[in-house]
Structures are given as structure tokens and as C-alpha cells.
Nanobody, 127 residues
Framework: QVQLVESGGGLVQAGGSLRLSCVAPVKTFMWYAVGWFRQTPGKGREFVAGLSAGGGNSAYGDPVKGRFTMSMNNRKTTVYLQMNSLKPEDTAVYYC????????????????????WGQGTQVTVSS
């Protein structure tokens, strides 16, 4: 089973930047689409960004478009979420997730399409 490990969360002031990382076994992201979701207490997981299998296509949730960028390393083992112009409403636990099926050409945005999740990393944006 694929294992995902996130890192890079922390405390930042509004307007600042953070970069999250998600590491998986070799070539995992060549076969599986990957997404970032976030969750605040009492709410469901919200789609933030995703990359298709291999990283050729991307998708972003409306609240983060123009501020967040998702990318993948050449070995297809690590994905990054560069978060700029952070706002207090971006405060959440951020999760990396891998698709349930392989070779999807567009990243799914529905949480139910993802089968493997990391442990999450806390992002806190102060005003």
C-alpha cells in the first residue's frame, strides 16, 4: 500500500508563504493522481489542488487559485504545494492523498476518489 508523508506546515503571518511537501515511494505519482485537501474542525475535507498521474494536468480549488501552485519532482516521488499570499482562512490541517485508480489524466476533486492519505500537517496563518 502506498504511504504518503507530508511536511512543511507551520505558523506564518498573513501575506506570507509556506511550501508543503508530500513524499511517496518511487514513481508513485507516475501512476496515481495526487491531491491536496484541507480540513478545519467540524468541516469536511476541501479540495485544494491536484495533479494528474505523471503531473501533466493540474486543478485548483477556487479559494486558492492564483495563490497556490502544485508541482512534482522529476522522479515522481514528491509533490509540493507552494502557498503564497496566505490568509487566515487558509488555516487548516493539510492532507496529501493518492488516487484510488491508476493513470487518471485529470486530478479528481472529490475526496471519495482518493484512497490513501497522509497524516496531515497543520498550517496556521495569523492575522
Amino acid at each position: 500500500q502506498v504511504q504518503l508523508v507530508e511536511s512543511g506546515g507551520g505558523l506564518v503571518q498573513a501575506g506570507g508563504s509556506l511550501r508543503l511537501s508530500c513524499v511517496a515511494p518511487v514513481k508513485t505519482f507516475m501512476w496515481y493522481a495526487v491531491g491536496w485537501f484541507r480540513q478545519t474542525p467540524g468541516k469536511g475535507r476541501e479540495f485544494v489542488a491536484g495533479l494528474s498521474a505523471g503531473g501533466g494536468n493540474s486543478a485548483y480549488g477556487d479559494p486558492v487559485k492564483g495563490r497556490f501552485t502544485m508541482s512534482m519532482n522529476n522522479r515522481k516521488t514528491t509533490v509540493y504545494l507552494q502557498m503564497n499570499s496566505l490568509k487566515p482562512e487558509d488555516t487548516a490541517v493539510y492532507y496529501c492523498a493518492a488516487d484510488k485508480i491508476t493513470h487518471r489524466r485529470a486530478p479528481p476533486t472529490n475526496v471519495d476518489d482518493y484512497g490513501t492519505w497522509g497524516q496531515g500537517t497543520q498550517v496556521t496563518v495569523s492575522s
